[in-house]
T-cell receptor, first 111, second 115 residues
Framework: QKEVEQNSGPLSVPEGAIASLNCTYS??????FFWYRQYSGKSPELIMS????GDKEDGRFTAQLNKASQYVSLLIRDSQPSDSATYLC???????????FGSGTKLNVKP | DGGITQSPKYLFRKEGQNVTLSCEQN?????MYWYRQDPGQGLRLIYY???????QKGDIAEGYSVSREKKESFPLTVTSAQKNPTAFYLC??????????????FGPGTRLTVL
């Protein structure tokens, strides 16, 4: 079982819609969760971090964490073509010294 | 400007050669990391270092070596023992804030191709 699982996609949404990206993790003791955006051929860029259950909003982005279900999601409101990228979910293991990355979900926002 | 630099951007290696990838950061971050990314796959940890002169193996350390002689620098050597080194190599760094709140930031990456 992989530590972090993501649907590879692609997820296609029309411009202006809400994109919903999902991630599950296996270690119930994980404490810290991150979303990275990676454009094709580029390095990952941190866009959100979340540490406690519930929602965290930053501009058009909302991260949602449910530790009981071992589930973290990223919502992108008013999706733009420039949001088209691969979104990586990352989790810090309970011993705090290793990140585990999912393989990413590719998002296509169609004009 | 603060940030993480990696060089070269593209690197071509012949069979049997060792090559060294550079990673430098001026963010005063404590920890540095090397990842490998293959097409359609997530990032896999090669080595990490939380303090100068100390480093730990990650999940795929075989065929790689590192050093951490300065806080700012964490070079990665891909040795001839690494049988399939063609990949995108990413260096990252983070503060060590404790409590698992250590956000990692990435350099631009080095794309290594074996000829």
């Amino acid at each position: 079982q992989k530590e972090v699982e993501q649907n590879s996609g692609p997820l296609s949404v029309p411009e202006g819609a809400i994109a919903s990206l999902n991630c599950t993790y296996s270690d119930r003791g994980s404490q810290s969760f991150f979303w990275y955006r990676q454009y094709s051929g580029k390095s990952p860029e941190l866009i959100m971090s979340i540490y406690s259950n519930g929602d965290k909003e930053d501009g058009r982005f909302t991260a949602q964490l449910n530790k009981a279900s071992q589930y973290v999601s990223l919502l992108i409101r008013d999706s733009q073509p420039s949001d088209s990228a691969t979104y990586l979910c990352a989790v810090i293991a309970r011993n705090f010294n290793k990140f585990y990355f999912g393989s990413g979900t590719k998002l296509n926002v169609k004009p | 400007d603060g940030g993480i630099t990696q060089s070269p951007k593209y690197l071509f290696r012949k069979e049997g050669q060792n090559v060294t990838l550079s990673c430098e950061q001026n963010l005063n971050h404590d920890a540095m990391y090397w990842y490998r990314q293959d097409p359609g796959q997530g990032l896999r940890l090669i080595y990490y270092s939380q303090i100068v002169n100390d480093f730990q193996k990650g999940d795929i350390a075989e065929g790689y070596s590192v050093s951490r002689e300065k806080k700012e620098s964490f070079p990665l050597t891909v040795t001839s023992a690494q049988k399939n080194p063609t990949a995108f190599y990413l260096c990252a760094s983070s503060l060590l804030l404790g409590g698992g709140r250590d956000e990692q930031f990435f350099g631009p990456g080095t794309r290594l191709t074996v000829l």
